[in-house]
């Protein structure tokens, strides 16, 4: 009789810990709700510091670029376009030489073109270059060009 009666007892706590309890599950949500309200700022912040510093660095290789244009053909590029293709006029092309960026211009890391002005607006004897930022509006303080902010 005793045997029958642990085997019962026994059998009836194999029952009570088979799930989790209501309790036990909002506590588990709750813990991640938390964790992952302090993670997601932290990743997304390092996306954009990341984006930023990859607009910045093209910005650098595209001004390297635009001055080795200016030192073969002794004036500025009219486009930015014009770093890669070259001139159709005889004399130019042969001072032209080789394509001062390796492949065509790609956009921002926001999906924006390079943005280009000779004579610059914040470098009035050269020329500007920069991308429009984040927001993807020129003029705005979010800007990334060749000039001191």
């Known amino acids: ?9 026994m059998h009836r706590s194999r ?8 309790m036990e599950v909002l506590l588990v949500l709750i813990i991640l709700v ?17 984006d930023i ?3 910045t660095a093209q910005v650098g290789f595209i001004k390297d670029a635009v001055r080795s244009y200016w ?3 002794s004036k500025y590029p009219p486009a930015l376009s014009d770093l890669t293709t070259k001139p159709g006029d005889a004399a130019e092309a042969e001072k032209w030489g080789r394509a001062y960026l390796e492949e ?46």
Do not use: C
């Open 1 to 9: 009789m005793k045997d029958h009666s642990l085997r019962r007892s």
């Open 15 to 22: 029952k009570r810990r088979g799930g989790f309890t209501l």
């Open 34 to 50: 938390v964790i992952g309200s302090i993670v997601a700022p932290n990743v997304f912040g390092a996306k954009d510091a990341a």
């Open 53 to 55: 510093k990859a607009a």
């Open 71 to 73: 030192m073969n053909m």
């Open 104 to 149: 065509s211009l790609k956009p921002d890391p926001w999906g924006n073109e390079y943005q280009y002005a000779n004579p610059g607006k914040h470098n009035p004897d050269e020329f500007d270059v920069w991308s429009n930022g984040p927001d993807g509006q020129s003029g705005n303080e979010d800007d990334i060009g060749n000039w001191d902010k």
